[in-house]
């Protein structure tokens, strides 16, 4: 099968049908075509030291030598970019993109474009590092390139943001993955990684949540008063408290206006606590049922929850008439009693509890202590005011730095991968 590859290609002359040279290839435009791989449109020439476009059907012949066109007459208006076009040297070449799969940013090397029933398309990119020779890049021989759909480009084409959007494979990794890579990404980069997930409100939120505080504030710099109230609403309570808590003085006010009153109550009362305090730490939503409630009504609200955490639903608390505790019960002591017995009847009469103004290492000492998932923070008077879940107290106590650690070697699968690429028949415009 024929192939081209995009550093030969570059700097290879344009030759008229008759043979004489009148430019040299200085970029090669490709359009996107959603999950399917992108197709060759035309290319750029350098014609007298202006930049030209040179669309497939003025091209009789293209290898890595040489072009020939099929006609004479170029059009010698300067070249202008239209959305949905990639430029593979702009845009490609040199650039990071997302390597989906590892979860990672790569630099692409060389570009690989091979001959189809379509015509020219890409079809892989080579991600290794040519050495380097007294300062000088040499290329290596040979061509190792991996699959066009296992990566996510970042363009910094504002106008090309809604065709790229269509097919962005970033939205199916985690939130922590994401996370990582906005912290490695420059400003461009990690503005268009977040282009990825802003179409989902409750995705960016989770992301947010994940970032480290210093790559947090960065992001919410650039981002105005409504967007970032827009963001914080969506977020957990206790996460949305710590951004707000993070942001320059200035801005915490307005943003905190805009927010609903519900959410903004909220995070007043998390902001009231020392941030190395129980109260500090703790999640406002938590799972409560009466105390006389049934087996089968605390399972009930359990499904219904769908708002709190899941983290938060590993424990159900049983409360009198004035929300005082009374006792808990873990979700397998439910699903090992009877539909019908009661609450008090099957719950910890005296579970562990905290105050809100208990120094996280001693929350930390007693969940460890009595292998708890959760620990209810109560006030005075024994009443719920939160819950500090597992997550929570790793995240108040391990290093600041944890997440630039190398993490440990992801197993292989067992199983094939799912195909990256997802269908879509739009076309984006081309020329």
């Given at each position: 099968?024929?192939?081209?590859?995009?550093?030969?290609?570059?700097?290879?002359?344009?030759?008229?049908?008759?043979?004489?040279?009148?430019?040299?290839?200085?970029?090669?435009?490709?359009?996107?075509?959603?999950?399917?791989?992108?197709?060759?449109?035309?290319?750029?020439?350098?014609?007298?030291?202006?930049?030209?476009?040179?669309?497939?059907?003025?091209?009789?012949?293209?290898?890595?030598?040489?072009?020939?066109?099929?006609?004479?007459?170029?059009?010698?208006?300067?070249?202008?970019?239209?959305?949905?076009?990639?430029?593979?040297?702009?845009?490609?070449?040199?650039?990071?993109?997302?390597?989906?799969?590892?979860?990672?940013?790569?630099?692409?090397?060389?570009?690989?474009?091979?001959?189809?029933?379509?015509?020219?398309?890409?079809?892989?990119?080579?991600?290794?590092?040519?050495?380097?020779?007294?300062?000088l890049i040499r290329a290596q021989p040979g061509h190792v390139c991996k699959d066009w759909k296992a990566f996510e480009p970042l363009i910094g084409h504002s106008a090309s943001v809604v065709a790229r959007s269509l097919f962005r494979r970033v939205r199916r990794l985690k939130p922590a993955q994401i996370a990582d890579l906005l912290e490695d990404a420059s400003r461009q980069e990690g503005a268009d990684i977040l282009d990825a997930v802003h179409a989902?409100?409750?995705?960016?939120?989770?992301?947010?949540?994940?970032?480290?505080?210093?790559?947090?504030?960065?992001?919410?710099?650039?981002?105005?008063?409504?967007?970032?109230?827009?963001?914080?609403?969506?977020?957990?309570?206790?996460?949305?408290?710590?951004?707000?808590?993070?942001?320059?003085?200035?801005?915490?006010?307005?943003?905190?206006?805009?927010?609903?009153?519900?959410?903004?109550?909220?995070?007043?009362?998390?902001?009231?606590?020392?941030?190395?305090?129980?109260?500090?730490?703790?999640?406002?939503?938590?799972?409560?049922?009466?105390?006389?409630?049934?087996?089968?009504?605390?399972?009930?609200?359990?499904?219904?929850?769908?708002?709190?955490?899941?983290?938060?639903?590993?424990?159900?608390?049983?409360?009198?008439?004035?929300?005082?505790?009374?006792?808990?019960?873990?979700?397998?002591?439910?699903?090992?009693?009877?539909?019908?017995?009661?609450?008090?009847?099957?719950?910890?009469?005296?579970?562990?509890?905290?105050?809100?103004?208990?120094?996280?290492?001693?929350?930390?000492?007693?969940?460890?202590?009595?292998?708890?998932?959760?620990?209810?923070?109560?006030?005075?008077?024994?009443?719920?005011?939160?819950?500090?879940?597992?997550?929570?107290?790793?995240?108040?106590?391990?290093?600041?730095?944890?997440?630039?650690?190398?993490?440990?070697?992801?197993?292989?699968?067992?199983?094939?991968?799912?195909?990256?690429?997802?269908?879509?028949?739009?076309?984006?415009?081309?020329?």
């Open positions: 099968m024929q192939t081209l590859h995009l550093s030969s290609l570059l700097g290879s002359h344009v030759l008229s049908p008759s043979g004489e040279a009148v430019g040299k290839v200085d970029d090669v435009i490709v359009r996107l075509r959603g999950g399917d791989y992108p197709l060759l449109t035309g290319l750029v020439a350098k014609v007298g030291g202006r930049r030209v476009f040179v669309p497939n059907d003025r091209i009789s012949d293209i290898n890595e030598a040489r072009i020939v066109l099929a006609d004479p007459k170029l059009d010698l208006r300067g070249f202008e970019r239209r959305d949905g076009e990639v430029l593979l040297r702009s845009d490609i070449l040199g650039h990071r993109l997302i390597d989906v799969a590892d979860a990672e940013l790569v630099r692409a090397w060389d570009v690989e474009l091979q001959a189809t029933a379509d015509g020219w398309t890409v079809s892989c990119l080579d991600t290794r590092r040519p050495p380097r020779f007294f300062g989902d409100p409750e995705l960016e939120a989770d992301v947010f949540e994940e970032l480290d505080p210093d790559t947090a504030n960065r992001l919410l710099s650039d981002k105005s008063d409504q967007d970032v109230a827009n963001l914080v609403s969506h977020m957990r309570a206790d996460d949305a408290a710590d951004a707000i808590a993070d942001l320059p003085q200035h801005r915490r006010q307005p943003i905190l206006d805009l927010l609903p009153a519900g959410i903004r109550t909220k995070i007043l009362v998390l902001l009231g606590f020392n941030p190395s305090s129980a109260g500090g730490i703790m999640g406002v939503e938590f799972l409560v049922a009466p105390s006389d409630a049934t087996v089968e009504e605390a399972l009930r609200r359990i499904r219904l929850a769908g708002q709190v955490q899941p983290e938060a639903l590993i424990t159900v608390h049983a409360v009198d008439g004035a929300n005082r505790l009374i006792g808990t019960v873990t979700v397998i002591g439910l699903l090992q009693a009877d539909a019908d017995a009661h609450l008090a009847d099957i719950s910890d009469q005296d579970p562990v509890r905290v105050r809100a103004d208990t120094d996280v290492v001693d929350v930390t000492l007693l969940m460890a202590d009595y292998n708890l998932m959760t620990v209810p923070v109560v006030d005075d008077d024994d009443r719920m005011l939160g819950v500090i879940t597992v997550d929570d107290i790793l995240e108040a106590t391990i290093p600041d730095d944890w997440r630039r650690r190398e993490p440990p070697a992801r197993p292989e699968p067992t199983t094939p991968a799912p195909e990256l690429g997802e269908p879509n028949d739009h076309l984006s415009p081309g020329r």
